[in-house]
């Protein structure tokens, strides 16, 4: 008959094992799912680690940005469409922020329906985020306008 203690060294090697297989499956760009956001007016977005790489976008301040990986002084990231590519990590930030998602979403004056509209954000907007209140989020463009936004609306 076993013990209790062989017992319980069985069953943590158990839970061990099947967080060790658990870990091999999930792709790796999701273990390192740190974000960053955009810091200056406009950054140039890369196909590869270096300024010799083509310049496939141009991204404005705010966006976020989830990082896959880093190489030297670049990041490669996924950005909220899940496109791939490469940004100079001088040029972002840890800057909480956000991107809408929806196609024209609703900024209020405070966190609820109850409040006024004072203006719409169309998807890709970035914002930087001030504050979370349950389920709405404070948020402000880089042009100074701020307002609330409902949590499921942006990335």
Known sequence: METR?????KILEIILLALIFALIRVPPELLAADRVS???GIANVRSGPGTTYKVL???EKNHPLQI???SGGWYQFRDFEGDKAWIFKKL?????TVVVKKKNCN???GPG???PILFTAEYGVPFRVLE???KWIHVQHSDGDKGWIYASLVW
């Open 92 to 96: 972002t930030s840890d800057t909480p």
């Open 113 to 115: 329906l109850n409040h």
């Open 57 to 59: 976008w141009k991204i």
């Open 5 to 9: 203690k062989n017992i319980f060294y």
């Open 68 to 70: 896959l990986r880093s």
């Open 107 to 109: 900024i209020r004056s």
């Open 38 to 40: 955009v810091s200056v």
């Open 132 to 134: 979370r209140k349950e």
